[in-house]
């Protein structure tokens, strides 16, 4: 039998798709990873057994990460997870389900999701909440997406504070639609009110704000909430879940639909996915919410079970009447949220964000006592702070790599004039004898 059969691209097809693209080779595709970041070779001698290669893989996988103890965030966090999310989250019935179209058979499936949308309610504050979507940016510009149906404008008025690959995720989305977005460049880590107050009008749809920032500034956005609804205008607020223990819940504010990345909640780092995006709102815009939404109902029997519901997606109406193009949920990563949530419960969430945020207070104090260094910020934060160092950030931590340390995130690649600032983020994870060891490390790497 002819194995091109089994070919799924012909060097024809491959060429075909790099025209239509405007790429001269598919190794021009992988040009934004630095070379230095790609492998050359991975020294696997040839004739290895299945066995033996992923041993080989598994020995170099270690030599990358061994030693390196982690302050980077920026929408990634190293959180503990609870070793019954992986244990649950790995049965064959849940990893194996797919999308649930037949209710009669898929009530499992139907109810853990049911389940993740009223935990994703209780701890946002609001109404409703759809099955997940693909990740934190994509949630953003649903959002966005909601706003504009909803009020029939054209302007989305963004925070810069909110985390720059968001921003970009929403321009993509918008960028084929007759729509403006105005960015607010950022002051000292913090949303610029003064310049927001200049743009609310009649033609803004919605005001995108994130809690904490980019940054780690955490902010009430009540009083804010009340200015964008006096212009006619929805507020989205981009939250990181696992802060919500703590911090005044997006619906106690007003926000009127709340975003964000679910990867805290009981999701591995993995190089940056896979993950899930959640997203809550008000009662009122449900009937203009993005992917499925599960629903609680009773069969001919009176008995109860779950069904999809109110499903305006382009599968099942006609496609210029959808209110989005997102065709799956995350539902095994979701899954894991519900069992994470599920399992630290309420009292336990909160113990987790105070441990967080009292970690993030000591490294705080412990850094800026080296000379030079000092907080960006002038407002409270979460488990994230910005430094402002003596020196370029990135090669300070480029330096401290070298010592086993991933100190954080350098910031001037995202906003100019920062280049000797870097994002800070301590979790539960990090002990007192790490945090030590990141400052008396980090006044060496100043000091050469």
Known sequence: MNDSHYCPHTPEDIAEMLSVIGAASVEELFAPIPAELRAKSFNLPAGMSEFE??????AIAADNTQGV??????????????????????RAEFYTAYTPYQPECSQGTLQALFEYQTAICRLTGLDVSNASLYDGGTACAEAAMMALRVTGRHKIVVDGCVSPFFRQVLKTYLFNQDVEVVEIAPQKGQLDHAALAALLDGSVAAVLVQNPNFFGSIEDFTALAEQVHGVGALLIGSVYPISLGIVKSPGEMGIDIAVGDGQSLGNPLSFGGPSFGYIAAKKKLIRNMPGRIVGETVDKNGKRGYVLTLQAREQHIKRHKATSNICSNQGLCALRGLIFLSSVGKEGLADLARLNRDKAEY?????????????????VTFNEFTLTLPKNAAAVVTGLL???????????????????????????KRTKKEIDLFAKELEVALCN
């Open 363 to 379: 490294a705080k104090e412990q850094l800026t006592r080296i000379p030079g260094v000092s907080v960006l910020q002038t407002t």
């Open 53 to 58: 290669a992923f041993s080989r893989m598994q």
């Open 402 to 428: 070298d010592r086993g340390i991933a100190a954080g995130v350098p910031l001037g690649q995202y906003y100019h004039g920062l280049e000797n600032c870097m994002a800070v983020t301590v979790t539960e």
């Open 69 to 90: 103890t982690n302050y980077i965030g920026g929408g990634f966090y190293d959180h503990i997870i609870p070793s019954v999310v992986d244990h649950l989250s790995g």
